[in-house]
């Protein structure tokens, strides 16, 4: 993680350096990013790097923590409706999901490249992420179950990781189906997950959902 040298820089300073690092990780693989492209372009020498960071495993790390806290600071911002139904609050859920992703799309792809790139292990950080994502989508489905909106014999582990595949994916998979671009989502208003095509690709997953984990009707 950054050194106190890095918190003492000016914050404009600062900046530029995680912007230059987040391009340079979200356009290239670990393997070829580069701190010498990331220092030249921040107009800083190399060694000045090293007086912020150990190594390029360290700066790595600090994006990857970073994309975890603005998740989290941009959920906060929102506040669900009252009283929503299970699937309700799900589709709520995805829509939030879905407006991060593909509004910090550079963040995103570095988190998705710790999964599935070439980046070293980060045992600690992955195992992190998962459980976070894990206890969320549990604590979902227990709401659920006990609201009675769901199947109280519903395999919740199953569900879980069906939920935390979905939530991982369904940004991309918004995107490429709608053929639109992050850049211009970001520029458009309405955001692309409130017109009539995203609304029916939301109807169409929360169909699948529930009709294989809802609750047996009398």
């Keep these: 993680m950054p050194k106190q040298t890095f ?3 000016p914050e404009e300073k600062r900046r530029l350096i995680i912007d230059l690092a987040i391009n340079e990780f979200a356009d290239h693989s670990y393997k070829e990013a ?27 790390l600090f ?21 929503m139904g299970a699937f309700d609050y799900l589709r709520w859920v ?3 999901r879905v407006q991060f992703e593909v509004t910090n799309p550079k963040l995103n792809r570095i988190a998705y490249k710790a999964v ?21 989508s549990q604590a979902l489905l227990a709401r659920g179950q006990a609201e009675g909106d769901l199947d109280p014999n519903l395999d919740t ?14 940004g991309d998979y918004l995107l490429e189906r709608l053929e639109v671009s992050p850049e211009e989502l970001i520029r458009d208003e309405p955001f692309l997950f409130e017109s009539p095509e995203a609304e029916a690709i939301f109807d169409g997953i929360m169909e699948i959902l529930e009709k294989g984990m809802a609750g047996r009707k009398n």
């Design 116 to 136: 599935y790139g070439d980046a070293p292990m980060l045992t600690e950080v992955l195992i992190e992420g998962e459980t976070q994502a894990n206890a969320f």
């Design 157 to 170: 582990e199953l569900a879980a990781f069906i939920l935390n595949s979905v939530f991982m994916h369904l």
């Design 94 to 96: 995805f829509k939030r």
């Design 34 to 60: 580069s701190i010498s492209r990331i220092v030249k372009n921040a107009g800083i020498a190399k060694g000045s790097f090293y007086q912020y960071f150990d190594d390029k495993k360290d700066l790595y």
């Design 7 to 9: 918190f003492n820089l």
């Design 63 to 83: 994006l990857i923590h970073l994309s975890m806290e603005q998740k989290t600071a941009f959920f906060n911002k929102f506040t669900p409706p009252q009283n």
